[in-house]
């Protein structure tokens, strides 16, 4: 059974930095699609930035691109997600998501594809 145990969410001020980590278990990180979703109170859940395994391509949001970078260490199969200049609309759950489809212009949501971690809370505030 896939499991995958997020971490490193906060409260951070605008500008700040967070680093969050996606732990992963049962099953191997370089051998999927991986990535972040976000989702915000009201709001539709995001694709925030993704993996492509099978070229090694990246994905990220224009609302997140330059700011945020997406890796994965294989030694320690976790997936990161670096998050710079931080703003408050950052603000939101976020989720990592394995199996779901990284394309080079987009990351989507769909019910019922892909598993996912708990969601590690995210508030960007002074």
């Known amino acids: 059974q896939v499991q995958l145990v997020e971490s490193g969410g906060g409260l951070v001020q605008p500008g700040g930095s967070l680093r969050l980590s996606c732990a992963a278990s049962?099953?191997?990180?370089?051998?999927?699609?991986i990535g972040w979703f976000r989702e915000a109170p009201g709001k539709e859940r995001e694709g925030v930035s993704c993996i492509n395994n099978r070229d090694g391509s990246t994905y990220y949001s224009d609302s997140v691109k330059g700011r945020f970078t997406i890796s994965r260490d294989s030694a320690k199969n976790t997936l990161y997600l670096e998050m710079d200049s931080l703003k408050p609309e950052d603000t939101a759950i976020y989720y990592c998501a394995v199996d779901i489809p990284c394309y080079r212009n987009g990351y989507y949501y769909a019910v019922d594809i892909g598993s996912w971690g708990q969601g590690t809370q995210v508030t960007v505030s002074s």
């Open positions: 049962e099953f191997t990180l370089d051998d999927v699609d």
